[in-house]
């Protein structure tokens, strides 16, 4: 999922040298998107919708559990995951690809922060997070702390944008085996959940970016 450049928690303008960064990672910030797969057993890596395309702005239905153990679903989990993990991306919400449902993928894998630079890891509060689903989440704040950094999105591909994010969450949900789940989620991580479940409610970044640093990619490596 997630993408960045600099902070913006303390100060009124991004870091400076940070954009290079944000533009080699922003593409693990991005959630992926396509149609459920065809064929049985074979990875899928499914077709990115876009914005403007309805499913984005759509309350995507809760799952029960009956369907969350269906061969159908686990089969669209076992997909969701191929697709985040080629593109690479740290998180996938089923409307992303072309399902108006509550589920949702997530891995931060080590491999994509060792190049990171241990202090953008320090503020971002940012570590390896291992992959699993969430479905039907229920956000909740655990305290009033934000923190501002740039995010991105495979569904407004080439482009990013400064979001103010609160840094500690609180996520019930189900996994995948439908069992109820409680997940309590700091920094990064807790901006990642954000992200996600905005997806499964039809709302997208750019709906909370500060507009006035939207920017494609290349402009912010360019004059950022």
Request: net charge neutral; aromatic share 6%; hydrophobic share 40%.
């Amino acid at each position: 999922m997630a993408g960045y450049a600099g902070s913006r928690a303390s100060r009124p303008h991004r870091a400076a040298g940070a954009n290079v960064e944000f533009v080699r990672h922003l593409a693990r910030f991005a959630l992926i998107a396509g149609g459920t797969p065809a064929i049985p057993d074979k990875k899928m890596i499914l077709k990115i919708v876009q914005t403007g395309d309805p499913v984005l702005r759509r309350t995507g239905r809760q799952l029960t559990p009956q369907e969350i153990k269906s061969a159908s679903i686990q089969q669209l989990i076992e997909s969701m995951r191929d697709t985040m993990r080629d593109a690479p991306g740290v998180g996938l919400a089923a409307p992303q690809i072309g399902e108006s449902i509550q589920l949702a993928v997530i891995e931060d894998r080590a491999d994509y922060i060792k190049d990171v630079a241990a202090d953008q890891l320090k503020a971002r509060q940012r570590g390896a997070i291992d992959f699993h689903v969430i479905i039907n989440p229920k956000l909740s704040f655990l305290d009033d702390s934000t923190a501002e950094f740039f995010e991105g999105c495979l569904s407004v591909e080439g482009f990013g944008a400064v979001v103010r994010r609160a840094l500690n969450v609180r996520v019930d949900c189900l996994n995948e085996r439908a069992e109820p789940i409680t997940i309590d989620a700091h920094g990064w991580y807790a901006r990642i959940l954000q992200h996600e479940i905005d997806h499964l409610n039809g709302t997208l970044y750019i709906d909370r970016m500060n507009t006035r640093t939207f920017s494609t990619n290349e402009n912010l490596l360019q004059h950022g």
